[in-house]
């Protein structure tokens, strides 16, 4: 529980990437109303998120995304304590969407603005399901991985990260060669459920005892040249191949830093969190060694507002309110 436990009903707005979402979140914990616009079908087509469709598809859907949450929650703007709105880091037009938004209803209603962290935000899915620090995150998205030690809501220290491909970014990229459809790693999680794991030994980088990084680049060249020489035809072997390498890095690199800064309560955060292999071998790994593990429901997983509006709690306790002067900030770091 936050340190001042003030009661505080905060409507939170996320438009960082290719999801317009708006949510009324209580007491940085109980969700509301979270409502997700996605615009995947439309970014579909061109094989990857385009930011110049991705902001006009926010500037188009964010006041009815915004109605609907606080319609769900049964509130009015005049109820709430706070407007809480990503601030970075993410694709910067897409981004000024909802500051800009949150910025006007912030104003007009006299509301206290917050400016949030996305990837705090992450990490703070997991307060939706009562879970508090410390504990050991890895936190795995499109454009990040990295392994945080979070001693309190505010309080992170990073202990390693990639040096490349972010873990989400790989699964995309390595879908894209396969010729599977946007999002990619959603797609290779589908695959792989029919599909060997020993049938292809993808190479795992950076594996030495002590090195906390990441790295996916080489895995990717893998797979070209796998399927440049050989096609693609076993593809579900393939999916379950390199789902199997992602996933057996991603923990081996949780339990080393575990192991090494005295974890036993690890989380997971991200889009990436979301993935079924990774969930499983999580939960073996914990399971082995009697740590306590936190996985963030689904829904929370990739991107969402219920989460911002956990973050946004600690901030509100807090007294960190944004001025009208709050900008997007696509490379905010946690
Ligand atoms: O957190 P998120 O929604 O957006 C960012 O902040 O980046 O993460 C999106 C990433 C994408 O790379 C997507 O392919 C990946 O999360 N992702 C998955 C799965 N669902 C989403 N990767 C592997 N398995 C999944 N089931
Ligand atoms: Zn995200």
Same mark, same amino acid.
């Given at each position: 529980?936050?340190?001042?436990?003030?009661?505080?009903?905060?409507?939170?707005?996320?438009?960082?990437? =290719?999801?317009?979402?708006?949510?009324?979140? /209580?007491?940085?914990?109980?969700?509301?109303?979270?409502?997700?616009?996605?615009?995947? =079908?439309?970014?579909?087509?061109?094989?990857?998120?385009?930011?110049?469709?991705?902001?006009?598809?926010? !500037?188009?859907?964010?006041?009815?995304?915004?109605?609907?949450?606080?319609?769900?929650?049964?509130?009015?703007?005049?109820?709430?304590?706070?407007?809480? !709105?990503?601030?970075?880091?993410?694709?910067?037009?897409?981004?000024?969407?909802?500051?800009?938004?949150?910025?006007?209803?912030?104003?007009?209603?006299?509301? #206290?603005?917050?400016?949030?962290?996305?990837?705090?935000?992450?990490?703070?899915?997991?307060?939706?399901?009562?879970?508090?620090? #410390?504990?050991?995150?890895?936190?795995?998205?499109?454009?990040?991985?990295?392994?945080?030690?979070?001693?309190?809501?505010?309080?992170?220290?990073?202990?390693?990260?990639?040096? =490349?491909?972010?873990?989400?970014?790989?699964? *995309?990229?390595?879908?894209?060669?396969?010729?599977?459809?946007?999002?990619?790693?959603?797609?290779? =999680?589908?695959?792989?459920?029919?599909?060997?794991?020993?049938?292809?030994?993808?190479?795992?980088?950076?594996?030495?005892? *002590?090195?906390?990084?990441?790295?996916?680049?080489?895995?990717?060249?893998?797979?070209?040249?796998?399927?440049?020489?050989?096609?693609?035809? *076993?593809?579900? *072997?393939?999916? /379950?191949?390199?789902?199997? /390498?992602?996933?057996?890095?991603?923990?081996?690199?949780?339990?080393?830093?575990?192991?090494?800064?005295?974890?036993?309560?690890?989380?997971?955060?991200?889009?990436?969190?979301?993935?079924?292999?990774?969930?499983?071998?999580?939960?073996?790994?914990? /399971?082995?060694?009697?740590?306590?593990?936190?996985?963030?429901?689904?829904?929370?997983?990739?991107?969402?507002?219920?989460?911002?509006?956990?973050?946004?709690?600690?901030?509100?306790?807090?007294?960190?309110?944004?001025?009208?002067?709050?900008?997007?900030? #696509?490379?905010?770091?946690?």
């Amino acid at each position: 529980m936050c340190r001042c436990k003030v009661p505080a009903v905060i409507l939170a707005i996320e438009s960082s990437c =290719d999801e317009t979402a708006a949510a009324v979140v /209580a007491n940085g914990d109980t969700v509301q109303s979270s409502v997700i616009h996605t615009q995947i =079908d439309t970014h579909r087509l061109y094989g990857g998120v385009v930011p110049e469709i991705a902001s006009r598809q926010h !500037v188009q859907h964010i006041s009815a995304v915004v109605a609907k949450a606080l319609s769900d929650a049964g509130i009015s703007v005049a109820q709430l304590d706070a407007i809480a !709105v990503t601030q970075g880091p993410g694709l910067v037009g897409a981004l000024l969407v909802g500051v800009s938004y949150a910025k006007g209803l912030a104003w007009a209603a006299g509301k #206290p603005l917050i400016g949030v962290n996305h990837m705090m935000g992450h990490i703070a899915a997991n307060r939706l399901s009562g879970f508090e620090p #410390p504990f050991l995150c890895l936190v795995v998205s499109g454009g990040h991985t990295e392994l945080v030690a979070v001693e309190g809501w505010s309080q992170y220290t990073y202990l390693g990260g990639t040096v =490349d491909d972010a873990a989400g970014e790989a699964f *995309d990229k390595i879908a894209r060669v396969l010729g599977l459809p946007y999002p990619g790693g959603k797609s290779v =999680d589908e695959l792989a459920r029919w599909g060997n794991p020993a049938a292809y030994a993808f190479p795992r980088a950076l594996m030495g005892q *002590d090195n906390l990084d990441f790295s996916f680049s080489g895995m990717k060249t893998a797979v070209i040249s796998h399927v440049q020489k050989h096609g693609n035809e *076993d593809l579900a *072997d393939l999916c /379950a191949s390199v789902q199997a /390498a992602i996933v057996d890095v991603l923990c081996q690199k949780t339990r080393l830093a575990a192991e090494k800064h005295g974890f036993t309560r690890i989380a997971l955060a991200g889009g990436v969190a979301a993935n079924s292999g990774l969930r499983a071998g999580m939960q073996q790994l914990c /399971a082995q060694r009697s740590w306590q593990l936190q996985l963030p429901e689904m829904a929370y997983c990739t991107d969402n507002a219920a989460m911002i509006g956990a973050a946004a709690y600690e901030q509100y306790c807090a007294g960190e309110f944004a001025h009208a002067t709050l900008n997007a900030n #696509p490379a905010l770091e946690l």
